[in-house]
């Protein structure tokens, strides 16, 4: 009984090379995968992972060019191979069935990138882990059309856009998925006369190591170790057959989980982080100014309301105390009295001024007086004559 949620998901790579002893030597040491052969089929290899298969090997026929072939889960081979066709495929080889159960055809994309299509009579296991060692994490189609190959695999298989990247000015990284999954990306090659083809990626724990790794074991590195969104790491690399691979590392859990350890050690950071409570004060100078705006209006508003305020402030002690302040503004009252009496009081003192003028004047008449004196004498003086 086949498994419900197959189509559409990548379920199998073959690698097709001349030189298959080489390719299994070279994986071996790269990738770390071991090979066994399948009962009843002496001419395949099956590359594992952990215990499973995760992909095959076999001799390539002719002078076509090394690959690696991808498989698509499908829940009717000819069904799906004749839908492809219809889309705009080419049917390469015709399905047929398997020496192990389950049945198999291979096409080509309306651009000219091969894949294959399988449907198994029995239930396989459940998807691995991609982050695993040997397993395989993404797939990735470069194409003279992302967007016209999309829309090819999305009516066959169901994929569906997840997201969309910029990679320059008019190029585009479309990345699909299946079943609410992010499967891989679909590009235009930058590069003119790059091949259409698909490329898998495989896990390794240490890219470095593993780009270490291929020159040793007779290939060569295209591009990279590069970082990736995610924090992974990926490298390109043509096999000892002239292959192109690509190998993929995860950031380690080690790492991670050491992160926190450096990120405990500031835990007395987290007394500058109560500091950081004084965000608090922040907002505050950032209310103060409208309060700065309101205060005017405050400040005009503020005597009449004060009024209102004095008698309810007698309820309270408080209140009283206001009373008895407010009680020696009286004497403020008398006080302004006296000071207008003393005030008038000074107006009747030049009055009292006036009075020695008045003396002034009598104490002229003295003088008249001593002046009619002398004139007396004068006049006696004469009777005396």
């Not at 040997?134 to 829309?151: H, M, P, R």
């Not at 235009?188 to 259409?196: D, I, L």
């Not at 006036?354 to 003295?366: F, G, L």
Request: positive net charge.
């Amino acid at each position: 009984m086949a498994q419900p949620n197959v189509h559409g998901r990548f379920v199998w790579q073959e690698l097709n090379v001349q030189d298959t002893a080489a390719a299994a030597a070279f994986y071996s040491k790269v990738v770390g995968w071991h090979t066994q052969v399948p009962p009843g089929m002496p001419d395949y290899t099956m590359f594992t992972a952990g215990g499973a298969g995760v992909g095959g090997l076999q001799k390539l026929s002719g002078n076509a060019r090394p690959h690696w072939l991808p498989y698509l889960g499908a829940q009717d081979v000819d069904e799906t191979a004749t839908a492809a066709v219809r889309l705009g495929g080419k049917l390469l080889r015709a399905p047929f069935d398997l020496p192990t159960g389950g049945r198999i055809a291979v096409l080509s994309d309306p651009q000219g990138a091969t894949f294959g299509i399988h449907h198994s009579n029995q239930p396989g296991p459940a998807p691995a882990d991609p982050k695993q060692q040997g397993q395989f994490s993404w797939q990735e189609l470069a194409t003279t059309d992302y967007e016209a190959a999309f829309k090819f695999y999305g009516e066959l298989f169901g994929w569906k856009v997840m997201d969309r990247m910029t990679m320059g000015p008019s190029n585009v990284y479309l990345i699909f998925g299946w079943d609410g999954q992010q499967q891989g990306g679909i590009y235009k090659p930058s590069k003119p006369g790059m091949a259409t083809q698909w490329l898998p990626y495989a896990t390794v724990t240490d890219i470095e190591a593993t780009v270490a790794t291929v020159a040793k074991a007779g290939g060569q590195i295209v591009h990279g170790p590069v970082p990736v969104p995610g924090g992974g790491r990926i490298a390109q690399l043509l096999d000892a057959g002239g292959a192109l691979f690509a190998v993929h590392s995860f950031p380690s859990a080690a790492p991670a989980s050491a992160a926190p350890k450096p990120a405990a050690k500031p835990a007395p950071a987290a007394a500058p982080a109560k500091p950081a409570a004084a965000k608090p004060p922040a907002a505050t100078p950032a209310a103060a100014p409208k309060p700065a705006v309101v205060q005017p209006a405050a400040k005009r508003a503020a005597p009449r309301k004060a009024a209102p305020k004095k008698p309810a402030a007698k309820k309270s002690a408080a209140g009283k105390m206001v009373a008895k302040k407010a009680a020696p503004k009286k004497p403020a009252k008398n006080k302004a009295k006296a000071k207008a009496k003393a005030k008038a009081k000074p107006k009747a003192k030049p009055k009292a001024k006036a009075k020695p003028k008045a003396k002034a004047r009598v104490s002229k008449r003295p003088a008249a007086r001593r002046a009619s004196a002398k004139r007396r004498p004068a006049s006696a003086a004469r009777r005396k004559k």
